[in-house]
């Protein structure tokens, strides 16, 4: 297979699974939309989605990554928005997810500023410098998404099970940060390699503590949650884009 025949392929390979990242949130929001209650989910994984998409959005413009970068960050945007609306709806605490909301638009606000004078050359910047600034904002923007789950592990190591981890999903964020890193490799985008090889690492400690602590032989044990002040339901909600997403985001 040629060079040029292989970026093709993990184009396509990297948009689709980016996609497919994006859609896991789907299934908690549409229970929060049937019980008309957030529960115990938290507003920081959505707020964090919406971050990384824009930013990543900017990014892929700039550096005129237009597929899968620009287009599939930019449903990543309008995604974020429905569920963040979805969650606002239903929300018992809507002052504190309307300051959530409005801190990270803030920023994000400043930084479009910055993306589109910077692309029009108003900052004595060159596109790609102005590219640059922005995907190092992606980079720190993709860490927090992915560390929005990190609970789990903490509830791993306190309670020696790893039932809290969502194997399904850490192996489909395995998949999908190997897509975006081979793709990032291929284009030279240092970006994309470096975040992946990030979340990569990440997810290869999470599935050795899986199998450290492997619910089949280390089960809760009973009055687990004696000990808790939160609900003993298992937060299943679990983000991971490595975009490269575009990192995938990452």
């Known amino acids: 297979m040629s060079h040029g ?3 093709l392929a993990f184009r396509v390979l990297a948009g689709c699974s980016y996609l497919v990242m994006l859609s896991s949130p789907s299934l908690n929001i549409y229970r929060v939309y049937k ?37 599939c960050f930019l449903v990543g945007d309008f995604a974020a928005v429905i569920y963040l609306t979805i969650y606002y709806r239903y929300s018992s605490n809507r002052g504190y997810v309307t300051r959530s909301i409005a801190a990270v638009l803030a920023v994000l606000a400043i930084l ?19 590219s640059t600034v922005l995907g190092f904002f992606a980079d720190i923007a993709s860490v927090c998404l992915y560390c929005a789950p990190m ?54 400690i999470t599935l050795v503590v899986y199998h450290i602590y492997n619910p089949k ?13 939160r609900s003993s339901k298992v937060d299943d909600f ?13």
């Open 5 to 7: 025949a292989a970026v």
């Open 151 to 204: 609970e789990k592990l903490y509830m791993v190591l306190k309670h020696k099970s790893a039932v809290f981890i969502n194997l399904p999903m850490v192996l489909a964020g395995y998949a999908n940060n190997m897509i975006w890193l081979t793709f990032g490799s291929l284009i030279h985008n240092y970006f994309m390699i470096s975040i992946n090889i990030f979340f990569f690492t990440m997810n290869s």
């Open 238 to 250: 679990h983000i991971q884009v490595s975009v490269d997403l575009s990192g995938e985001l990452l």
């Open 35 to 71: 019980a008309k209650s957030v529960g115990i989910q938290s507003i920081f994984p959505l707020v964090a989605l919406l971050a990384n998409s824009h930013l990543w959005m900017m990014y892929g413009y700039l550096a005129k990554i237009y597929f899968p970068v620009f287009s």
């Open 112 to 130: 479009s500023v910055y993306a589109v004078t910077g692309g029009l050359r108003h900052t004595n910047q060159s596109r790609h410098d102005v």
């Open 217 to 229: 032989t280390h089960p809760l044990k009973d009055g687990w949650d004696a000990f808790s002040s």
